[in-house]
């Protein structure tokens, strides 16, 4: 690994957390909150590890291979993280470093699991600047310096491939940086519109935009202790279910409809898929609750469990009603779809779509090979056939995802945690979704919990947000040596 390569591109993502912290100093400045001066020191921090990391590579020799992506990769969520909890630390919002890089690991990774009781107590710098880190972790850190990297002379593939979640990590532009600036063009977009539909909902301008970065990056931070659920409105509730689900659609697909190829968005075997099962879930749920008598009507119990479906499946957390509550079956078909995730290319968590697609396909494909032994039978998606190295790597994926569930499972469970709570704690770290079950549930928190075992749900988000391998590499002697 060619640490001077590794080194300006972390400079520029220490810049990138720095100077994202600039809106929330003005807000905590303008409010007169004590805040101010955590948000000014955390800059100052930033923009002072930036230059030396520059000083550091200035005469280093840049190149971008499959090392240095996964370098850059890995060690810049670790140290957005670790810069981006220094306002949260200064300002004493948190009581120690530990719950201040746990939030700021939930944030970035988009998984929204928190560590705050009183979030409606914090200033709205402070609130400002959770949103901001899903808003810059939704599409991600590296697919924003894509855009840049080009002009400082260092080639981003290597990083796109390690940061784009989902099985492949397809170029929908012929230049990199056109392909960083249109996903972020479509991902904007739809954060701006989501706003002006929630404050014509009644939300303040402060609140809607704060949704909506956490909608749109599937994240779940909400500026209320009760979440979504602190707005009563059906109107509010139905603009999140439809940009929820918007934002765990593969993006590449919207770029299809740029180019009016509507036929092509509409006949995506991940997309039907993806929509078969959050229509199946929220059916099997609504018809579970409705003869339990949990709500008052078809329309009421049809739009709070398609609320809940969509939320955890797109990984986003938010919620209207504690699902906790709820009968044994509407549970186990949450931890199901915490498992599935949503769609490959989106912003979303979880094993992903695409991978039970392609692996599905195989099983149908090893079955009628069973039946005609002779016959030539190729597992195909999309009317393409599946290439023999993603079908492998889908099925390494979930051997890797299944070890690290059970190894974390087993880790958290020996601090005396009860084995639904540490189980679900895991999954919903891993799959990136926030809420778990039992203690960690939809209307709990995380900061209860021991300071070894956020360190090891904080590894578990990077993990889960990184596909994985991408972290794992990071721990393999080979990725460092020559």
């Not at 520029?12 to 955590?38: E, K, L, N, R």
């Not at 306002?87 to 988009?110: C, K, N």
């Not at 796109?160 to 940086?177: D, M, N, Q």
């Not at 931890?335 to 695409?354: E, N, P, Y």
Request: hydrophobic letters at 50%.
């Amino acid at each position: 690994m060619k640490i001077g390569t590794v080194s300006k591109v972390l400079s520029f993502i220490c810049f990138v957390v720095a100077f994202s912290m600039i809106p929330s100093f003005f807000i905590a400045v303008y409010d007169g909150t004590h805040d101010a001066v955590a948000f000014a020191g955390s800059i100052t921090i930033g923009v002072f590890t930036g230059v030396l990391l520059t000083l550091h590579s200035r005469k280093k020799v840049f190149s971008m291979g499959i090392r240095e992506g996964v370098g850059v990769t890995g060690f810049s969520w670790i140290i957005a993280s670790a810069l981006g909890a220094l306002p949260y630390y200064f300002s004493g919002s948190v009581p120690g470093y530990t719950d201040a890089f746990f939030e700021t690991m939930s944030g970035f990774t988009t998984t929204g699991a928190t560590i705050f009781t009183e979030i409606e107590a914090l200033p709205r710098g402070i609130l400002l600047w959770r949103s901001l880190t899903h808003l810059m972790g939704g599409m991600g850190i590296i697919v924003l310096s894509l855009a840049v990297l080009p002009f400082l002379g260092v080639s981003g593939m290597e990083m796109y491939k390690a940061e784009v979640p989902g099985v492949t990590a397809e170029k929908i532009t012929p230049r990199l940086h056109q392909t960083a600036m249109r996903l972020w063009g479509i991902y904007i977009s739809f954060t701006l519109i989501e706003t002006l539909l929630l404050t014509l909902g009644g939300m303040s301008l402060f609140d809607a935009f704060n949704h909506s970065c956490s909608t749109i990056a599937t994240g779940g931070f909400s500026t209320k202790n009760n979440s979504i659920a602190y707005f009563t409105s059906p109107y509010i509730q139905w603009v999140i279910i439809i940009f929820m689900f918007a934002s765990g659609v593969n993006f590449s697909l919207y770029f299809m409809l740029m180019q009016n190829r509507i036929r092509d968005f509409f006949k995506d075997e991940e997309l039907k898929l993806y929509a078969g099962i959050v229509i199946f879930s929220a059916l099997a749920m609504s018809i579970a609750l409705y003869f339990s008598g949990s709500f008052s009507g078809i329309e009421d119990t049809l739009r709070k469990t398609l609320f809940h479906v969509v939320s955890v499946m797109t990984t986003t957390g938010f919620i209207v009603e504690d699902y906790n509550l709820w009968p044994e079956f509407t549970k186990f078909l949450f931890v199901t779809l915490m498992f599935i995730g949503a769609s490959g290319g989106s912003t979303g968590g979880g094993c992903k779509v695409s991978r039970f697609l392609i692996l599905g396909r195989q099983l149908k494909a090893e079955v009628w090979r069973l039946l005609h032994p002779r016959a030539v039978i190729t597992a195909r998606m999309n009317g393409q056939p599946i290439l023999r190295g993603t079908i492998d790597s889908s099925t390494a994926f979930f051997v890797l995802y299944m070890s690290i569930l059970v190894a974390g499972t087993a880790i958290t469970s020996a601090f005396g945690i009860d084995i639904l709570t540490a189980f679900t704690g895991v999954m919903t770290c891993l799959s990136n979704v926030g809420p778990g079950l039992n203690a960690l549930g939809p209307v709990e928190n995380f900061a209860w919990l021991p300071d070894f075992v956020k360190w090891l749900f904080s590894l578990c988000m990077l993990a889960g947000r990184l596909e994985l391998f991408a972290v794992l590499l990071l721990f393999m002697p080979g990725t460092y040596r020559k």
